[in-house]
């Protein structure tokens, strides 16, 4: 997940826009990899017990996100729980980098759509910021996809009757001569339903939440005249990235879980969604759809505050010459 930007904080509190053709781009990938990397490497053992937790069959005795955890350290250790890091990591830069030109620069042009018609500030918040977070995912999908594949087949390799790998490479060779490219691109469309409503969910509640909660606060319009302190910014901020990640994850697990099953099922074991959804509510019924709810809700909230905290920090050395707090 990634998090608010200045310059949909900019819009939010009512500053002078920020020009995206001024930014300088090497300095803020650079440093925003660096620290983007550091909390995939925190928050990545969230991913793995999530992802068992939503293939776990009815047989399967590692049913809650402790059970997982214990079983990972039994079995594999504390580098168990970083199975496909190195994948994921590979393919994040390059799909991370997609996202934030995406994201920055539809915000920008999102805003100017919605200001005409003379919304609330919520809601146009929400839309902007919802339009920016779809148009962002659909644009990284291209390149996430197959690593996501990779990375979940080796997080379960050897659980619950899955297929074990030597690596990435070892996967990514297997499902080619299986099925093809194709096979890298397994559960691709399900990817967009997933992830595409996921980022527009998250940011449209993260966007109108923040706002709602600046109006509560007694701050309207007036933030350039009377700015607040940076805690109670990062503060707000924090709140909104826990409310989007509720609401986030509350709406699409039950596309993810689907979407994580037929991305990890060997070529023998192929189903389609129809037989994927059949198999799980007759496993646990219909909150069977909800597997790997609390980590993923966990890793949506922590992520995106994360992420936006590292803005903060980027938006100092960065931004400091466009606006002040």
Known sequence: MVMETPSSRVQSFGLAEINWDRLDKTKFYALGAGIFTGVTTTLYPVSVVKTRLQ???????ERSAYSVIRGILRTDGISGLYRGFGTVITGAIPARTIFLTTLETTKVAAFKLVKPFKLSDTTE?????????????????????????ISQKLMVQGYAGHAKYSGGLDVARKIIKADGIRGLYRGFGLSVVTYSPSSAVWWASYGSSQTLVWSLL????????????????????ATGGIIAGATASSITTPLDTI???????????????????????A???????????????????????????????????????????
């Open 55 to 61: 293939v776990a069959s009815k047989d399967t005795a």
């Open 125 to 149: 918040s929400a839309i902007a910021n919802g339009i920016a977070g779809m148009a962002a995912s659909l644009s990284s999908q291209a390149v996430f996809v197959p690593i996501d594949v």
């Open 218 to 237: 007694g701050h309207g319009a007036d933030l350039e005249k009377h700015p607040p302190s940076q805690w109670k910014i990062v503060l707000v901020q």
């Open 259 to 281: 979407k994580t099953r037929l991305q990890v099922m060997g070529h023998e074991k192929r189903h389609s969604v129809r037989q994927v959804v059949k198999n799980l509510i």
């Open 283 to 325: 496993d646990d019924g219909w909150m069977g759809l909800y597997k790997g709810l609390g980590p993923r809700f966990f890793s949506m909230s922590a992520w995106g505050t994360s992420m936006i905290l590292s803005y903060e920090y980027l938006s100092k050395d960065f931004f400091s010459t466009f606006y002040h707090f």
